[in-house]
């Protein structure tokens, strides 16, 4: 079985630089994943990231999680569950506008940590996409211009803990789905694993590793990269044992960002293979996802495309 990439960012600065864009470059076609260490971010503030996540889901969210599963019966189930996930969610918004100071139940110290670490993210988010720019053959700056609307792109992160499950075979941590937006940046529990990835046609473990960040590519990728690049199914296995956090942040381009794939690569493909992505703006997909992410992504790109005449395009 393949060797779920793992890419040391310290070699960058080196003579192993064009090895290094090379994994980078292969992990994008084959993978849509790919972790990443030496990254930037300090361990130590990524130690007390994950110490202050942890102490916030068992004063806050555990006991919420637990009399769910009562009212939902989700104990001892004997049918699989197909419409849920055995996950305990809350949502920060970071860009254009941060709703951090308005989320109950936050300690202060917690609010200014996820602050920061939501800047030292979209740095190292903005890092990765000109590296991507690099290997598509881009202009520098390109993926993050694309991804700016009015306010600039969108920003936000999914904070998640995934409980022990007494029946991990009949309902999943997170279904299968595929990302919808830019470029997504996991910081994941050291030990306790789950998450997979679907790579031709078997699900990988992506492997838990202190301190790294797992990179993986949304939809909105693909479609700018003309499919060079692949957003990929993914999803988290339920566990009997240990929770499992998971803060997941999304940097997407803004809500009236109108997303095409890039003139710069369509010139040199074939003529057979121009164009097979649409053009539409972010939040007409956003509002298709909504209904449809657990489900394929190829007809939700093929009803963007019957969209098309209605986008208004300015492509300037």
């Not at 830019?182 to 994941?188: H, P, S």
């Not at 992505?277 to 394929?296: C, H, I, R, T």
């Amino acid at each position: 079985m393949a060797t779920f990439p793992v890419i040391n960012l310290e070699k960058l600065n080196g003579e192993e630089r064009a090895s290094t864009m090379a994994q980078i470059n292969d992990s994008c076609e084959n993978w849509g994943f790919f972790e990443v260490l030496n990254h930037g971010i300090p361990h130590d503030f990524l130690d007390t990231v994950e110490r202050l996540t942890k102490e916030h889901y068992k004063k806050c969210m555990e006991q919420r999680f637990k009399e769910l599963v009562a009212s939902k019966a989700l104990e001892g189930l004997q049918a699989e569950v197909t419409d849920m996930d055995w996950e305990s969610t809350f949502y920060l918004r970071h860009l254009p506008e941060s709703n951090i100071s308005d989320i109950p139940d936050l300690t202060d110290e917690y609010r200014k940590v996820m602050k920061e670490f939501a800047l030292k993210l979209d740095k190292l988010a903005e890092e990765l996409l000109d590296l991507l720019c690099e290997n598509l053959g881009l202009e520098k700056g390109y993926l993050k211009k694309a991804f700016y609307g009015a306010k600039g792109p969108t920003f936000g992160t999914k904070v998640s803990n995934y409980p022990p499950c007494p029946t991990p075979d009949k309902i999943k941590g997170l279904r299968a789905h595929t990302d919808a937006g830019g470029i997504i940046l996991l910081f994941q529990d050291p030990k306790v694993g789950g998450l997979q990835i679907l790579k031709d046609g078997e699900w990988i473990d992506v492997p838990p590793m202190r301190h790294s960040i797992v990179v993986n590519l949304g939809d909105q990728l693909e479609v700018i990269s003309n499919g060079k690049y692949k957003s990929v199914e993914h999803r988290v296995i339920a566990q009997t044992e240990g929770t499992r956090m998971s803060v997941a942040s999304f940097y997407n381009p803004g809500s009236d960002a109108v997303i095409y794939p890039a003139p710069a690569l369509l010139e040199k493909e074939e003529a057979d293979k121009k164009q097979m992505y649409p053009k539409f703006v972010f939040e007409d997909y956003m509002k298709l996802y909504v209904g449809l992410k657990f489900q394929a992504k190829e007809p939700r790109f093929e009803a963007m495309k019957a969209m098309e005449p209605t986008v208004p395009i300015a492509t300037a």
